[in-house]
């Protein structure tokens, strides 16, 4: 059984529930358990100033040469202690796709 969760017009979640669902506030449960766990903002130490830059800011994160980078998108750059395996963890997979082993995009940043 599928689930289509619309979060806003242009995030949605699909849930596949595998045993029979008598109550759907469980589901709905497991759902906000799950938005919850998103990391909503990346808090950054750059040049000795603190920035928490929200992740809906975010363009992309690029891997290059043993750093992770953030671009937001006004192509601000910042530098981050995450691995980029740590990083994609943290995100909203709804929101961003790893394109491959160097880069991870904001959905809404890709123009075609």
Not at 74 to 95: A, F, G
Not at 98 to 111: F, G, L, T, Y
């Amino acid at each position: 059984m599928w689930f289509y969760l619309l979060l806003s017009d242009k995030t949605a979640i699909f849930v596949s529930v595998k045993q029979p669902v008598n109550d759907i506030t469980e589901v709905l449960r497991g759902l906000s358990a799950q938005i919850e766990s998103m990391q909503k903002t990346i808090d950054i130490n750059h040049k000795g100033d603190f920035y928490v830059v929200a992740t809906k800011d975010v363009s992309h994160f690029y891997y290059r040469d043993s750093a992770l980078s953030l671009y937001d998108f006004s192509q601000n750059n910042y530098i981050l202690e995450l691995s980029i395996d740590d990083c994609e963890k943290l995100l909203d997979n709804n929101m961003f796709f790893r394109v491959n082993r160097q880069c991870i995009v904001n959905i809404n940043s890709i123009k075609k």
